[in-house]
Structure formats: C-alpha cells, structure tokens
C-alpha cells in the first residue's frame, strides 16, 4: 500500500517539476519582450496573454506540489494545543469530505471547459493576439485533478499518522523516505 | 434563516480557521458548502468562473517572479554580505548592529516582498551578532519583528500586488503611494533605536570588530555588498515607477538581475538555484490558493446578501469619512490579529471599496492607510504572526515577555505613520499624482 501511495505522491512531484521549468519560461518571455519593444522597437503580441497563462498554470501545477509539501498557512496556535490524533483525524475529514468533493467537482467543470473548448476551437476574445485557449484550460483541469488526488492523499497519510498538520519536512512527507 | 448567511459565513470561517485547517481550503469549503445553499447545483460553474478569473488575472502574474527574486537573493550568500557590509559601517555606534537590522530588513523588503521570509532571513543573521555584543533582549525581538513588517509597505511588496488587483488600482501608483510612508516608518524606526541606545549604553553596545578593518578593504567590501543590490532594486523600481516595464516584467528583470548577480559572486549553484524555484513555486501556489479561496468566498458572500447588509449597516450608522476610515481601519486591524494578511485583503478589499467610493474617500490614500494597519496588526501583540516567527528563530533565553516589550515601542510608531497618513494625506497621495497611470 505504501508503494501505491508513493507513486501517487510523484504526481505532485512531477507537476512541481513542470511548474518550476514554467517559472523560467516565464522570466525569458517577459525578459524577451522588454527586449522586443526597447531594443527592436516590436512589442510582441502575446506577452500579455502568456504573462498571466504562465502564472495561472504555475498556481495550479504546483498546488499539488504544495499540499504534499504543507506549503500553506494554517492559524495554528489554538488547534496546535490539542493531541496530535486529534489534529490529524479532523484535518483528514475536511479533505476527505469537504475539500475533496469541492475540488473534484471544480475538476470536472473544468475538464469540460477544456474539452468545449477544444472542439468548438474558442479563442481568447479579448486579445489581439487571440490565442486557442483550450491549451491554457487543460492545464487548469489538470492541475485542479493533481489537487483533488492530492487532497485525498494527504488525508489518507494523516488517518495513517505518517504525517501532522503543519509539520514539514523537507522531502515533504515519511513516504518520500 | 438564509438572510443570515452572510454572517454565518464569517462564523464558519473562524471556526475552520482556529481549528487549524489551511486557510485557503477553509474559505473554499465555506464558499462551497454556503454556496450550494443558495446556488444548489449551478454553484460549481460559478466557483470555476473564479478560479478562471484568478489563473488569469494579469496583475497577479507579478508574484512568481517577484518570490523568485527575493528567494534567489535569500539562497545565495547576498543578504548575508549585505548584512556585514552594513554591520562595519554602524557596528560602533550605539545600536548600530540594531539599526543595520533594520536598514537590512528595509534593503530586503523591497527586493523580496514576502512578509514572514524577511524576518526569518534577516532574524537568523541579526539575533547572533547582536546577542554577541550583549544587546538588551526587548531591544533585539523589537527590531527583528519590526523590521521585518517592512516587507507589508516597502515596494514591491507582494501585498500591494494582491491589493491593487482586488481594488482596481494600478500597481505603479500604489507602490509610489506607499514609498513616502515606508521611508518615513525606517526613518523613525532608526531615530528610535539611537536615541534609547544614546540614552541606556546598555541596550545596545558599540561593536568593536569594525574599527580593526582598514578603510580601503571597508570601501571595497561596500562596493561588492551593498551597490550591487541598489542597482538591482533601484532598476526594478525605477523601471516600475516611471511607467518602463510592467510591474510583471520588472519583477523577471529583478529574478533575472538577482541570478546574475549571485552568478557574477559564484554563488549560485544549480541546487541553491532549483531550491529558489522550489521555493517560489510552493509561496506561489500558497498565495494564489488563498486569493483563489477569497475571491470565491466574496463572491458568496456577496451574492447572499452581505454586501448590502453592511451599506445598510454603515449608512445606519451615519458617520462622516474620518468616522468610517476609523471603523473601517479598526475592522482591519481586529481581523489582522487572527488572519494572515493576504485573506484580510482578499476579504476586506471588496467589501470596503464600494463604502469607500461612496463616501468620497480617496482610493489610493485609503490602500496605504489599509497596509499600515495591516502591518501594525501583524506586529501587535498577543497574537502578533511577526512574534510567531520570531518564535521559531529566537535563542531560548528570549521570552515572550521580552517579545511583547521589545514591540510596543515600534507599535507606536507605525500608529504615528498612520496618523501622519491620516491627516496630512499628501504623504501617500503626491508621488503617485506625478506618474502617469497605466
């Protein structure tokens, strides 16, 4: 079972991955077009577009990434006095039956957002460069997925006490050992 | 019963908060269950429309890269040399490794932009050397936590980022309305640390290593350490501030700046270098979960009616503008002990914007006063996030009582911004009048 979980974890592991080659990508392109529009005089159309693309597929490639990492803030001053079972078992509920169901429902909206998109051929309609935009909502949908898995799993390693809320290490969790 | 929504909202959202569940997945599950009440099944459309409206927010596409920038600088040695660079300049006076603190945090926040980072950053290096001089224990918890606060106000800060996207406003006016305040807030904080270390010697001791360093290798390490880093934030801003580059793009010529710098000191090796990238992807993702979390929690919140009961509420209350900038600015301040600044924006920004329009209140004088009180609730004790962190630096002999006193001081100060912003409001609104908006 632990095997299984493992190769799940690198799931976020390799999204993360993605997600940090897009942070450089992003740093040339906005880089390229300063240089495109002092040094050549020729802004470029899809500086714009891709500025704001790049950053929304970072956001939701590295969710995952972040949940396994426990990257995100919890107020954990009062929650933190209570037993460590306790702490886990609760954290489990919300992201076994809250958090969980909400995010793959947001999956599937999203999935069929792509796929409209995809066969009807959309565009961006407010930019002139107009680009498809099912490229840009299938990373979304894949990323809110990554989150949905994610979430599920991380509940799975607190009702296991392979992990406490708030408490990092570096390779993320015992199962990365 | 449905027309109580709006605040049983902000009851759940407290409960999720305090029992220590993140709080980006505490305002999605609350938007979602709240939402399904008064939506029923169509809610999932309307929570995607924000998810889409956040992924594609340009504005806050500034955030990976101004995270990068500051994570390149806090992985190679930079802020490091900077620190000692500083320390031989005003070691020997009295607090003047204190006073280095601060100039540190101030050189910090404007290249980072992340709040809790600069205090660890700068914490970890200035606790040491100032406990080695003796300092006075209040004097060092006061100065770490204060200076790094800085990070709120100086430009580029990550909050006036996440601001200007909720308000509306351009990001160059609000990082030229916020630059007088900031500088003014360091300003004080520095006359504060030399003249209570003027008056007690024993707070802060003169250093003596600084006077065994000959002047030419003083100069040489100040050329190395401390001008380097100007330039690099000196373009970022410029470039910003006079309408060069868009706020995104100084930030890629700020990350780009920051790797060749710490290239140039052969510093930056592939392992530090994926280990910025680590960091800015997962800060990144925080961030935006929580702004993605808030925007959909607003949305509930508004579509149930809140909105409206708090109009009717403020105009029942029938204040002038002072009365519910004070109001306003003390629900800030309340809500910024319990929650972390980005949720205080995320929640309060749309709900304040239209009373604020309303009543003729200057958008962006409103915003700095807004991210001075944020910062002064992040430093208030008891339940101050800056005390936390420091927390988790601080050698054992450093008590929460020593913590508590070593804040109070500079609490005041910020309240003395905050009231020179109030009442001379040309402080924050004349240097976003001179450039021309974007």
Request: with cysteine; hydrophobic share 55%; glycine share 8%.
């Amino acid at each position: 079972m632990y095997n299984s979980l493992k190769y799940i974890n690198s799931i976020s592991t390799l999204l993360g991955k993605a997600a940090m080659v897009l942070t450089c990508l992003m740093v040339c392109s906005m880089l390229y077009e300063v240089g495109a529009r002092y040094i050549f005089q020729a802004p470029t159309l899809w500086a714009f577009d891709i500025s704001y693309m790049l950053n929304g597929s970072i956001f939701l490639l590295a969710g995952a990434y972040s949940l396994n990492h426990e990257a995100h803030v919890r107020i954990d001053f009062l929650s933190s006095k209570l037993p460590i079972r306790f702490q886990q078992n609760l954290n489990a509920m919300v992201y076994a039956f809250i958090a969980g169901p909400a995010f793959a429902a947001f999956s599937w909206v999203a999935s069929k957002k792509a796929y409209v998109a995809f066969i009807t051929g959309e565009v961006e309609n407010v930019s002139p460069w107009a680009p498809l935009v099912w490229p840009f909502y299938s990373i979304l949908a894949l990323g809110l997925i990554a989150c949905t898995i994610q979430l599920y799993l991380e509940a799975i390693k607190f009702m296991l006490g392979s992990k406490i809320p708030g408490h990092t290490t570096e390779s993320g969790a015992p199962l990365n050992d | 019963m449905t027309e109580l929504i709006p605040i049983w909202m902000f009851v759940a959202l407290f409960v999720f908060v305090f029992a220590g569940i993140p709080v980006a997945l505490s305002l999605i599950a609350i938007a979602t269950g709240f939402g399904l009440i008064v939506f029923g099944d169509s809610l999932f459309l309307q929570l995607y429309g924000s998810i889409l409206h956040t992924a594609s927010n340009f504005t806050l596409s500034a955030i990976p890269l101004f995270i990068l920038m500051g994570a390149l600088l806090e992985q190679t040695g930079l802020a490091l040399r900077l620190f000692k660079a500083l320390q031989l300049w005003m070691g020997k006076f009295p607090g003047g490794l204190a006073v280095s603190t601060i100039t540190m945090c101030a050189i910090f926040a404007a290249a980072s932009g992340v709040v809790g980072a600069v205090e660890i950053v700068v914490g970890m290096m200035a606790l040491p050397a100032m406990a080695k001089y003796k300092y006075d224990q209040s004097l060092m918890a006061g100065t770490v936590c204060a200076g790094g606060s800085l990070g709120t106000i100086i430009p580029p800060s990550i909050v006036v980022v996440v601001y200007s996207s909720m308000a509306q406003l351009s990001i160059g006016q609000l990082f030229a309305a916020s630059l007088l305040p900031g500088l003014i807030m360091v300003v004080l904080f520095i006359l504060y640390i030399l003249i209570t270390c003027r008056i007690n010697k024993k707070m802060g001791p003169a250093s003596t290593e600084a006077d065994t360093v000959p002047l030419s290798e003083k100069l040489q390490i100040t050329l190395s350490a401390i001008i380097p880093p100007m330039l690099l934030i000196t373009a970022v801003l410029g470039s910003l501030l006079l309408g060069i580059a868009s706020p995104t793009e100084a930030a890629a010529v700020g990350a780009a700046g920051a790797a060749l710098l710490s290239l140039a000191f052969r510093e930056l090796t592939f392992t530090k270098f994926i280990n910025a990238l680590k960091t800015t992807i997962k800060i990144t993702a925080m961030i935006m979960l929580i702004v993605m979390g808030g925007t959909m929690f607003t949305s509930i919140f508004a579509v149930s009616g809140g909105g409206w009961m708090i109009t009717e509420w403020v105009d029942g209350l029938n204040m002038g503008p002072y009365g519910l900038i004070f109001l306003l600015m003390s629900v800030v301040f309340i809500a910024g002990f319990v929650l972390d600044w980005i949720s205080v924006v995320l929640i309060f920004v749309p709900i304040f914007t239209p009373l604020v329009n309303a009543a003729g209140i200057d958008p962006i004088w409103f915003a700095v006063m807004f991210m001075v009180v944020i910062q002064t609730s992040y430093l208030t004790p008891p339940m101050a996030p800056s005390i936390f962190y420091l927390k988790s630096i601080a050698p054992k002999s450093m008590t929460y009582s020593h913590m508590y006193k070593g804040v109070m001081p500079f609490v005041l100060i910020q309240l003395l911004v905050l009231a020179i912003v109030v009442f001379i409001p040309d402080v924050a609104t004349y240097l976003p009048s001179l450039i021309t908006s974007r």
